[in-house]
């Protein structure tokens, strides 16, 4: 059965609207693993647009499932990685004026910085998953520099105009997958999943977690993010194999 991790970076957007301190994610996180998340994710950007460092020391501490932290391969990031060590990290690109992490990380481009993170990682007792498309080159570049999970990009099918372009992503993250597979890798998937879509890629077999934040944060604002995150669970549970 696939796992559930709820982004809550937007929580975090909210508050920094006013700069106040309301809503806080340490309260959002509380209420998403009352709802039965298996883990919290936040990605904790270079601009601190959203999530800030007092977040992720205190999430850190009180999260008591999984504490996946997205993060780039920026030096003083990776560093606050040693520093509080979460259960994993996810490695993401990250460009400043992006309005959500575009593309996947270019593993095979960037294999020396990618071993050297990893290691770091593993030295702390992080496991170490990274963001990419469903390419061969980025799935063997993940194995190659010592990765223990990809995430992959499901942002493309979100986007597919037509049930058949939807199918057509949906071939290319089952390949993505069987790859990972026979390179031993753990399968993780997110970016752009929805309540009307996550049927697509949760009954795909073996896709062992999801990370999912703007669709379960805009429902939260009409039914509360504890319901929001029970229902995706509820549907993941109900179509994943
Ligand atoms: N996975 C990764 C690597 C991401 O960067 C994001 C966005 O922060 C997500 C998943 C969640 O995407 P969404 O907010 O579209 O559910």
Redesign the pocket.
């Known amino acids: 059965m696939a796992l559930l991790n709820v982004?809550i970076?937007h929580i975090a957007t909210i508050r920094q609207a006013r700069l106040t301190d309301e809503p806080d994610p340490v309260w959002a996180a509380t209420e998403c693993e009352l709802a039965g998340a298996n883990g919290i994710?936040v990605?904790l950007r270079q601009d601190r647009r959203h999530i800030c460092d007092r977040d992720v020391y205190l999430l850190n501490e009180t999260v008591s499932c999984k504490f996946n932290l997205?993060m780039s391969m920026t030096e003083s990031i990776v560093k606050i990685a040693e520093e509080i060590r979460p259960d994993q990290v996810?490695l993401?690109p990250e460009n400043r004026q992006e309005l959500?992490?575009e593309g996947g990380l270019n593993c095979a481009a960037n294999k020396t910085r990618l071993a050297e993170v990893v290691k770091r990682m593993h030295k702390k007792g992080i496991l170490v998953s990274a963001?990419i498309i469903p390419d061969k080159e980025q799935i063997d570049a993940s194995a190659e520099t010592g990765c223990d999970a990809i995430?992959l990009h499901t942002g493309m099918y979100a986007n597919a105009k037509s049930q058949k372009q939807a199918e057509k992503r949906v071939e290319e993250l089952i390949t993505g997958r069987d790859r990972a597979i026979e390179q031993n890798l753990v399968v993780h998937a997110?970016?752009?999943?929805t309540y009307r879509n996550i049927a697509g890629v949760a009954s795909i077999s073996d896709m062992c977690e999801f990370?999912?934040?703007?669709?379960i944060i805009s429902r939260s604002v009409f039914v509360g993010i504890r319901q929001a995150a029970a229902e995706m669970i509820k549907l993941i549970d109900k179509f994943s194999k």
């Open positions: 982004n970076d994710t990605h997205e996810t993401v959500t992490t963001f995430e997110g970016h752009g999943l990370n999912i934040g703007h669709s």
